[in-house]
T-cell receptor, first 113, second 114 residues
């Protein structure tokens, strides 16, 4: 199993540009999450999904959009990038029961200038 | 307002000693609490889960306690090794109809010196 994969690893965007961060998991998890982590800080939840076709906002959803058309994929869309969106973005997935253990991807480091 | 607090100062500890990290929270009623390890440039890795009705959990050299009255969890690394150097994050878990959500603390960096 590849686990949780994210692409790209790094990206530099200009202010106002848009992009999609890709996330995929091959563990058949129904729950998927997007977090952002600013330097020296903990993770903040952006959006999450409990299954294909179902998404909900987290703590910091403004400026982002998500979709979940399949169990495996959970892309995060940034529209009109702003410097405040400079951060490291982590995707995670989990089962809905048991240990609620979240499996994290390697992250995407995004810089908006 | 809701708050999760971990000691933001790095914890420097001698190899072989026990490292103790704290996680305090306010205005949460978590169903469970988790601890994760994060190495520089990598995603967090799950270590331990403790549920609201449990007082203590152990896994190898790791021990977690959970006091819902004090609203505090303690995380212990016994016989610490340089390889334990990392940032440790606590996370509160809430089970909601819309799905389970984790809220993370800011993390505590641990540096184990040989």
């Amino acid at each position: 199993n590849a686990g949780v994969t994210q692409t790209p690893k790094f990206r530099i965007l200009k202010i106002g540009q848009s992009m999609t961060l890709q996330c995929a998991q091959d563990m058949n998890h129904n729950y998927m999450y997007w977090y952002r982590q600013d330097p020296g800080m903990g993770l903040k939840l952006i959006y999450y999904s409990v299954g294909a076709g179902i998404t909900d906002k987290g703590e910091v959803p403004n400026g982002y959009n998500v979709s979940r058309s399949t169990t495996e994929d959970f892309p995060l869309r940034l529209e009109l990038a702003a410097p405040s969106q400079t951060s490291v973005y982590f995707c995670a997935s989990s089962y809905s029961t048991g240990s609620y253990k979240q499996y994290f991807g390697p992250g995407t480091r995004l810089t908006v200038t | 307002s809701q708050k999760i607090e971990q000691n933001s100062e790095a914890l420097n500890i001698q190899e072989g000693k026990t490292a103790t990290l704290t996680c305090n929270y306010t205005n949460y009623s978590p169903a469970y609490l988790q601890w994760y390890r994060q190495d520089p440039g990598r995603g967090p890795v799950f270590l331990l889960l403790i549920r609201e009705n449990e007082k203590e959990k152990r896994k190898e050299r790791l021990k977690v306690t959970f006091d819902t009255t004090l609203k505090q969890s303690l995380f212990h690394i016994t016989a610490s090794q340089p390889a334990d150097s990392a940032t440790y994050l606590c996370a509160l878990g809430e089970i909601k109809a819309a799905g389970n959500k984790l809220t993370f603390g800011g993390g505590t960096r641990v540096l184990v010196k040989p």
